[in-house]
C-alpha cells in the first residue's frame, strides 16, 4: 500500500482527481468504481472542473458505484443515485446509461445482488475504484465481521455506521436499516484502489489499518491483500499515526 499524505483536504482530493483523469487520458474508455459520502465530494469538483479546465471526456468512461440504501428510490434525496447524480454525473459529460448503482427499490434485493455482481464482471475489472473509510473501518458497506470471500451482498447497518449517516436525514429512525454492497471479494477484482480518508473522524480507522494487522474486525485491512492499493490522507487522518510514529 502507498500512502501519500497531504497538508489538507483540497490537497488530498486534487491528488485523487489527476489520478483519475491520468487514467481517462490513457484510456477513454476507462471502468470507475466510485463511492458516495462526504469524502469523495472535493474529487469529484476536481473531476467536474477537469471537463472545462483541463478537457478530460467522459464520453465513453462507464462507473459503478459501490452501494445504495434499500428501500430509497432513485429519485429519494438521499439515496446514492441522488447524491451521484448531483455531485457529478449532472455536471460531466458522462452518458447516464454508462452509470450503473445498485438498485435499492428492485423486487428482490438478492436478484440484484446477483445482476449487480455481473455488471462488474462484464464492463470489469475496474481500472480505479474510489473508496471511503468508515469511522469503524468499514469499506462499501461491508461491516466489521464481514467475510473477505463476499460479493455484492444485502447487509444491515450496524448501529455505528447508522449514527454516522444520521447526519444527512431528518432523524436516525429514518437511517435505513439495509443496504446493498458490493462485497470485498468484488472490490479486490480491482485494478487499481484509491483509498480516501480525511478528517481527524478518520485517524483512529488510518492508524489502525496502517497497523498492517488484516482482521475480519476491520474490512478495510483485507486492502492489504491488494497488490495496488494507494492511500491518499490528509495530515488530520494521519495525526495519530505520525504522533505515534514518532
Ligand atoms: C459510500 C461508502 C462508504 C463511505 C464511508 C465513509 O459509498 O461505501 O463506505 O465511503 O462510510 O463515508 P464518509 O466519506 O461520509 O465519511
Redesign the pocket.
Same mark, same amino acid.
Given at each position: 500500500m502507498k500512502v501519500l499524505v497531504f497538508d489538507n483536504y483540497e490537497a488530498a482530493s486534487e491528488q485523487a482527481a489527476q489520478m483519475v483523469e491520468a487514467q481517462i487520458l490513457e484510456n477513454g474508455q476507462s471502468v470507475l468504481g /466510485?463511492? #458516495? !459520502?462526504? #469524502?469523495?465530494i472535493g474529487l469529484y469538483k476536481n473531476l467536474i472542473e477537469g471537463v472545462t479546465a483541463r478537457g478530460v471526456s467522459y464520453k465513453e468512461v462507464c462507473t459503478i +458505484? /459501490? @452501494?445504495e440504501y434499500i428501500g430509497l428510490a432513485n429519485d429519494h434525496s438521499e439515496s446514492?443515485h441522488r447524491f451521484m447524480a448531483e455531485n457529478l454525473f449532472d455536471h460531466i459529460d458522462i452518458s447516464i446509461d454508462n452509470t450503473y448503482v445498485p438498485n435499492g427499490v428492485a423486487p428482490s434485493a438478492e436478484e440484484e445482488c446477483i445482476r449487480y455482481e455481473e455488471i462488474i464482471d462484464r464492463l470489469g475489472p475496474i481500472d480505479i475504484q474510489i /473508496?471511503?473509510?468508515?469511522?469503524n473501518g468499514?469499506?462499501?458497506?461491508n461491516e466489521p465481521g464481514t467475510d473477505p470471500e463476499t460479493l455484492t451482498h444485502v447487509v444491515e447497518l450496524v448501529a455505528s #455506521?447508522r449514527e @454516522? +449517516?444520521a447526519r444527512f436525514f431528518p432523524s436516525i429512525d429514518e437511517v435505513p436499516t439495509h443496504a446493498i #454492497?458490493t462485497g470485498i471479494k468484488s472490490i479486490l477484482k480491482s485494478k487499481k484502489i484509491i483509498l /480516501?480518508a480525511t478528517?481527524k !473522524?478518520?485517524a483512529d480507522a488510518v492508524k489502525k489499518l496502517l497497523s498492517k494487522e488484516i482482521s475480519k474486525d476491520f474490512p478495510a485491512s483485507f486492502l492489504w491483500n491488494h497488490k495496488d492499493v494507494t492511500l491518499i490522507v490528509d495530515q488530520d487522518a494521519y495525526a495519530l499515526v505520525q504522533t505515534e510514529g514518532q
Open positions: /466510485l463511492a #458516495t !459520502g462526504s #469524502t469523495p +458505484n /459501490l @452501494d446514492y /473508496l471511503g473509510i468508515g469511522s468499514h469499506i462499501a458497506f #455506521t @454516522d +449517516n #454492497t /480516501l478528517g !473522524g478518520k
